[in-house]
T-cell receptor, first 114, second 115 residues
Framework: GDSVTQMEGPVTLSEEAFLTINCTYTATGYPSLFWYVQYPGEGLQLLLKATKADDKGSNKGFEATYRKETTSFHLEKGSVQVSDSAVYFCALTVSVSGFQKLVFGTGTRLLVSP | GAGVSQTPSNKVTEKGKYVELRCDPISGHTALYWYRQSLGQGPEFLIYFQGTGAADDSGLPNDRFFAVRPEGSVSTLKIQRTERGDSAVYLC?????????????FGPGTRLTVL
């Protein structure tokens, strides 16, 4: 079935370091791809999304490009901040009977130290 | 504007008891979803409502779980004869239509602990 695989965490970085969190997917058809973020004590928030191949989603300095040839949607940021410490979830939507069901990866915890 | 709200934020119950978890979606959103997030895992789909009807309940783990949305707005997830394995964070999300590239907006979740 459709699934998402993320790199295991935690990812520990110093402030201003470059971030990559890998995400690959398996899907039939053409899913939309998402990154959601969960800050400590808060709910899931949409960070960015891409709906078709070669689309780049971006928000708050984060970017991810929908790569159909490698079935990947890696999350990147050029310079992380302490406030970026959170759990990041890669997800795809599966079209089921006319609606879009989200399928999530297991999440990657990012810890950024000053 | 108001986002998705869920009550209670925390619920502790004893094995075998009945619980209800409530979700208030964003006003005007016709699509509503319930997910369950176990510790260290990503959320897993439980059930989807379009309006008042459960369009897909294939993610409900067994018949102890049931959800309603009688007026097409607020939804209640009901769990009978709770078991320790039901302990998790239950998330509700809503979207404007449910199809296409709609974004799902999540509530803060209800943390259920079954002792």
């Amino acid at each position: 079935g459709d699934s998402v695989t993320q790199m295991e965490g935690p990812v520990t970085l110093s402030e201003e370091a470059f971030l990559t969190i890998n995400c690959t997917y398996t899907a039939t058809g053409y899913p939309s791809l998402f990154w959601y973020v969960q800050y400590p004590g808060e709910g899931l928030q949409l960070l960015l999304k891409a709906t078709k191949a070669d689309d780049k989603g971006s928000n708050k300095g984060f970017e991810a490009t929908y790569r159909k040839e490698t079935t990947s949607f890696h999350l990147e940021k050029g310079s992380v901040q302490v406030s970026d410490s959170a759990v990041y979830f890669c997800a795809l939507t599966v079209s089921v009977s006319g609606f879009q069901k989200l399928v999530f990866g297991t999440g990657t915890r990012l810890l950024v130290s000053p | 504007g108001a986002g998705v709200s869920q009550t209670p934020s925390n619920k502790v119950t004893e094995k075998g008891k009945y619980v209800e978890l409530r979700c208030d979606p964003i006003s005007g959103h016709t699509a509503l979803y319930w997910y369950r997030q176990s510790l260290g895992q990503g959320p897993e789909f439980l059930i989807y409502f379009q309006g008042t009807g459960a369009a897909d309940d294939s993610g409900l783990p067994n018949d102890r779980f049931f959800a309603v949305r009688p007026e097409g707005s607020v939804s209640t997830l009901k769990i009978q004869r709770t078991e320790r394995g039901d302990s998790a964070v239950y998330l509700c999300a809503s979207s404007s239509m449910g199809g296409g590239t709609d974004t799902q907006y999540f509530g803060p979740g209800t943390r259920l602990t079954v002792l």
